[in-house]
């Protein structure tokens, strides 16, 4: 069995990148043969599977249980990510299926049809290209409602232990994230001494500067302004 750096049953914060991609292809082939044969309820399914997975957590969906059981194992572990982003995208497919599979019943089969289909291409350009667009969504709104540390002005720099005449970066991080570890090499590359903040360990920071996803780095001059934004 191949190693895993975060269990699918625990490290709830994040997932493996594969999972939600996988369960996207099982929504885009059931999407698509209910759109051609008629087979409206196989969408109120989908539906419920997924809303019953986001109320419930990770072991309530069955195409996620399949990789996390079947395929992990023997293919091995994807990239780590934020879980909230595919959780959310989650939610609007939800939303999308069971809106579509009440349009069926209730006799507007063009609606029905109009939303099914729309969950179906976008799951199937998920799976294809990699663009989630309800994940992308979640990040758009993360931003304009303040969550994510685009906003930061100013980092109290004692308050993370640091005493430095020189700029310095704060690289927001996590044990579980792999794009943590390559974006610190590539900040320290230009001889600016990176201080690392592990949001795992430090929550009340995460939530003092508002930073939801990571990495997230910023450039702090020596009296704690941000100079700006770098990963």
Not at 3 to 14: C, E, H, N
Not at 34 to 46: E, K, Q, R, S, V
Not at 114 to 142: I, N, R
Not at 178 to 183: A, H, K, L
Request: glycine share 10%.
């Amino acid at each position: 069995m191949a190693s895993r750096a975060a269990d699918p049953w625990k490290d709830l914060a994040v997932i493996d990148s594969r999972a939600p991609r996988f369960n996207q292809a099982v929504v885009a082939a059931v999407s698509l043969v209910a759109l051609a044969t008629g087979a409206w309820p196989l969408l109120a399914l989908l539906g419920v599977q997924l809303a019953v997975s986001v109320l419930v957590g990770r072991r309530a969906c069955l195409p996620c249980v399949f990789y996390f059981q079947v395929l992990q194992p023997r293919f091995g572990e994807g990239p780590l990510e934020d879980s909230r982003a595919p959780r959310f995208a989650n939610i609007i497919g939800a939303v999308f299926l069971n809106a579509a599979a009440l349009a069926w019943a209730a006799g507007f089969p063009t609606v029905g049809l109009v939303l099914g289909a729309t969950v179906a291409a976008l799951a199937s350009v998920a799976v294809v290209s990699g663009l989630c667009v309800g994940c992308e969504m979640y990040k758009l709104l993360a931003r304009v409602s303040g969550i994510r540390g685009g906003s930061i002005d100013k980092i109290d720099l004692e308050q993370l232990g640091i005493r430095h005449d020189g700029e310095v970066v704060v690289l927001f991080t996590h044990p579980l994230c792999s794009d943590c570890q390559t974006v610190e090499p590539r900040l320290s590359g230009g001889g600016k001494r990176v201080v690392r903040v592990d949001v795992s360990l430090r929550k009340d920071l995460a939530r003092k500067y508002g930073v939801s996803v990571v990495p997230f780095a910023v450039a702090v001059a020596a009296d704690g302004t941000v100079v700006a934004q770098l990963a």
